[in-house]
């Protein structure tokens, strides 16, 4: 077993053990603050993951958007709404034991499938590598080739999903409101000196 | 033509019954009058032609069954036998519609009661001319229908609806019976045409039926069961108690089905089936028996009776069971003779009961008339007429036809044959007994009427006095017309293949030898009932009252028709009615409601409420119930099915 | 190097156009404002049937032929033809009912059809979908299209709680299918659905890996078919949306998931049939059963139409967990039937304002065949046919499937389903008897709209007289149904 296995393995362990923690931080933290907080950091960890994989252009659009855009994002509108978590949490407490109950029972039987891996030799055959060697190609090149080529359907297809979410979120938020002086250009440019300027004659002591 | 003569009734129904409220009362009398007049004229146009020139013939109508082996035809047969049917019955019909016209003519619903009364008459027209077993049970059940219509026409009154009821679940029997001897027939000979099976009859009739390990012979238990049905229809001892209740019916319709007509279908069916009964000497036996001995009970009953309408119900009992024992003796052209005359003098009697009954304001009860021969005198001579007769006295016509029934029974010389005999001479005298006791009670005397009723007792409106007028010459000269054709001379020629007898059986051929007292027996009993009546009615008024002390259980014996009503509730009502209500209250009501649609009706809500309280509203229930889902299913196959 | 060639993208047509139709209108909608909402509208119908013909024509020309394009990820086959004729035909009609109600709610925009249309797209992906991905990109463009809908009318508790509610569970089931999807990739080494039906077909057994995975993703798309237990969702959106959008979940959204569920099943996974037989049989009596109970309780006549529709889900499972061509058959006969008589009876629903306002409850037919004749026979003879009563379309409906279940020996399934449609035509005739034999309780506004009454005739003189020429619906049901089991 040579070193670079064993840092390999160490980094493995570090990575998956911290992110597993700050994910059950995130559920059991008091503070919401802190909960998102702890989020960002099992995005780090799963970035580092990636990296071990040889995937560092995923890891860098990990830490970039999640981490950069929605983490940030979330943490802004817990701050703003301060809603309070723990009397939201007192209704769920009665059923933690059931609850507690089903997870184990789920958590039980999860690892015994996964206890019983292997890929059966029937789908060896199936189980092709459609990623070329990362020794040849960077990876933004590889993802590229495929994203456009291979998966290109999906790719159009999650095109659409973000339009629809982006159509949903102006539907659903965007309201015109009353009373707001909106700068219209066309108008401005198009304004003469006549729409704009009466000349008036006053006489005195007169007024308008 | 003749199938005018058979549709047109139902013609004239369908347009007064179901555009009665369109044509009006007046309109709906119109039509099937009218209908039934025409029908009535070709009717005796027909028995000239058939019965006087012995045209028979079959027509076809339509293909009504034809499935594998079985195959019906609509198809009317006339000959001689239903050619004098039709007759009668379209002129007894038309008279009856006729009559209704005047009697019924304060009723609600007129147009119901034509519509009826036609559509009556047209299954008994098809009953009349079938050609088949299928066709006979369509015009059987068809009449069966309408009696039970009629009876219960006035259905606002509760006796109305029960006797409609016992009329047609007594028939049932009959029915079933009947139903049974149809199979019966079809199962030996397999075919259900009159010809086919007639012509096959003396082969049959020596092959046996077994069943439940038993051989019987196959004829005999056929003609059997057919009787069965002939008895429920005439009103035979044992299924006779629905005829004197029937009389809740308007007195129109007692003349026409419950005297003249329907319940003479027995007696037809005898007849048409003679073929077959002429095999089976038991069964002819059988026959004799059950009608001598009805002749016998309805008269002593009618003897005690009170109510008009039921003493001539109960003569209408005991003159069908002459017919039978006339059959029953070979003599079929005898029974269908005095079914002829019958029908003419029974339906006299009736209308002209109903004449009374209407100048009385409705009164049935003869104790509470008397005396009222000065007010409705043309009603009481038909009556007499009718009476005469009835009793048979010369020269009316009830004088042939009866004699000539009691004079073959005698020749039969049989047992049975004697027993008839002499069992009918003791109901000729009763009959006059009581029919003259019916005269008296309601003519004579001094009135047991209230004042009021008597102030409103009237003549009846011409057009009830007509149709009687036409009934009272049939029962005067139908009797001397019809004797030669009928059983004297010119039978065979007349009747021709319509009825068959069998050489060893021929009753009427053998009257001439007889000797003299035995056909002057009848009319000197008969002279002699009407004499005692006198007696004890007019001269010495006290006897009846002396006679009813004295010999009470006789007499209670006789007033209560000899308990068969009693009988049949305590054995058959009231347990029928204890094991449904039974069944409706416990069987039914507890176990089968109680689990069935009530239980399951309350189980369902339980398990609505409880499955519509699931839906909670909240989110991380309805995330819960999923992963409960997930876990359930995946645990399912870890367990079960992998493993 | 790759090439692309034209006829490659071919088999995608619709999809493209209908895409392309929704983008433009898009911008056409934002460019003119909310007063084109009606405008759009009808454009958007105009594109439903364009597509539609797209579909049919090589159906029509070619017959049920099966063309895989896109690297194995997207089919085209006469079944997916059908299914996408269905879903087109939903969509369009729920179109045509909706606007009205949209004008008079105040909800009338532009983007309404538009998202329509994009939910339409994902849905005939779905239907098209040949690899776990594809299924994925499919369902999640529905589904989000279908949250936004919900929350539509944005200012009413109701709608925005329905459409939160939606999305939620939508979520957590998509986790599910995904997790179900992942488990399948793990143990068989591809998504895609001919390598993994040839690798079933020639034999290979289904580790316990495997078969948890396909209950994962059997359970995603019970969720998205709304079928017991994971139909919670169901009763709060289809009360709590806006009653177009009800009427348009009810119809198209199932009928494709439904028809992704017999894709997936039959396609890679149909060589497991009798290990996942057990789940839809489950799931199917289950649906009706709660269908025809929970209903029986309900004032509410659009949360009485989501528990009918969750025993309709049930009965058309039946079909699916026959496992055969007869079945198909049946499901494909079923959703067709029960995109018309669902639509009809929405049309009342729509139809349902007593002076300018909505009203919900059953109890308010009450009489309605003295106020409105016309509407009340149409709504009978949807009740009818929704119970099952012949000759009425909704008994072949259910016939076929029942056949189905008995040809293929499970007799136990079409007893539950009869007595479950016994149960359930109580609540049905319960609308019959109130508008039949109740006080009327005045008259709803009128007139209701052209579009309206044409859609109300056109859908219950299909229900009536379906059973006259049912040749044309189950012919091509068989025969699109024995190509998906031959090919």
Known sequence: ?208 | MPVAAVFLPLVASFIAGFFGRWIGDRGAQLVTCAAMLIAAALGITLFVQVGLHGQSRVVDLLNWMDTGDLQVQWSLRFDALSATMVAVVTIVSAMVHVYSVGYMAHDHSIPRFMSYLSIFTFFMLMLVTADNFVQLFFGWEGVGLASYLLIGFWFDRPSANAAAIKAFVVNRVGDFGFALGIFAVYYLFGSLQFDTVFAAAPEVAKSSLNFLGHNYPALTVTCLLLFVGAMGKSAQLGLHTWLPDAMEGPTPVSALIHAATMVTAGVFMLARLSPLFEYSETALAVVVVVGGTTAMFAASVGMAQNDIKRVIAYSTCSQLGYMFFAAGVSAYGAAMFHLMTHAFFKALLFLGAGSVIHAMSGEQDMRKMGGIRYLIPYTYILMWIGSLALAGIWPFAGYYSKDTILEASYAAGTGVGLYAYWVGIVVAFLTAFYSWRLIFMTFHGKTRASHDVMHHAHESPPVMLWPLYVLAAGAIVAGFLGFNHFVGEEHEGFWREAIFVLPAHDTLGRIEELPMWVSKLPLVVALLGIFSAWVAYIWRPGIPTWVTSHFRPIYLFVLNKWYFDELYDAVFVRPAFAIGHGLWKKGDGAVIDGLGPDGLAETTRGLSVWASRLQTGYLYHYAFAMLIGVVALVSWYLLFQIG | MIHFALSDFLPALPEMFLAAAALALLILGVCQGDRSAREIAWLSVLALVVTFALVAAPLHAHGPERQISFYGMFVTDGFGAFSKMLVLAGSALSLIVAMRYNEQEGIARPEYPVLVLLATVGMMAMVSANDLISLYVGLELQSLALYVLAAFQRDTLRSTEAGLKYFVLGALASGMLLYGASMVYGFAGTTAFDTLARDFADGGTASIGLVIGIVLIAVGLAFKVSAVPFHMWTPDVYEGAPTPVTAFFSVAPKIAAMSLFIRVMVGPFGGLLVEWRQVIWFIAVASMLLGAFAALNQTNIKRLMAYSSIGHVGYALIGLAAGSAIGVRGILVYLAIYLFMNIGTFTVILCMRRDGKLVENIDELAGLSRTQPGMALALAIFMFSMAGIPPLAGFFAKLYVFLAAIDAGLYGLAVIGVLASVVGAFYYLRIVKLMYFDEPKGAFDKPIGREMQAVLVLTALVILFFFAWPGLLVDGADAVASALFSG
């Open chain 1, 1 to 208: 077993m040579d070193v670079g296995t064993v840092i390999h393995a160490i980094c493995f362990y570090a990575f998956a053990g911290v992110a597993v923690a700050s994910g059950v931080m995130v559920i059991a933290a008091r503070n919401p603050v802190h909960s998102v907080l702890f989020l960002i950091l099992a995005f780090f960890n799963a970035a580092g993951l990636f990296v071990l994989l040889g995937a560092e252009f995923l890891a860098m659009i990990l830490v970039i958007v999640y981490v950069g855009a929605v983490a940030v994002l979330f943490l802004f509108v817990v701050m703003m709404l301060d809603i309070n978590f723990t009397a939201l949490r007192q209704g769920a407490l009665q059923y933690l034991p059931i609850g507690a109950l089903i997870g184990l029972i789920l958590l039980v039987e999860l690892v015994l499938v996964f206890g019983a891996w292997t890929m059966a030799p029937d789908f060896a055959a199936s189980a092709v590598a459609p990623t070329p060697p990362i020794a040849q190609v960077t990876n933004t090149a590889a993802l590229g080739a495929l994203l456009y080529t291979r998966y290109i359907y999906a790719f159009q297809v999650s095109g659409l999903i973000l339009l629809v979410a982006m159509i949903g979120a102006i539907v659903l938020t965007l309201r015109g409101r009353e009373g707001v002086r909106r700068q219209k250009i066309s108008t401005q440019v198009s304004r003469a000196r006549a729409d704009a300027v009466e000349v008036v004659k006053v006489r005195p002591r007169q007024g308008v």
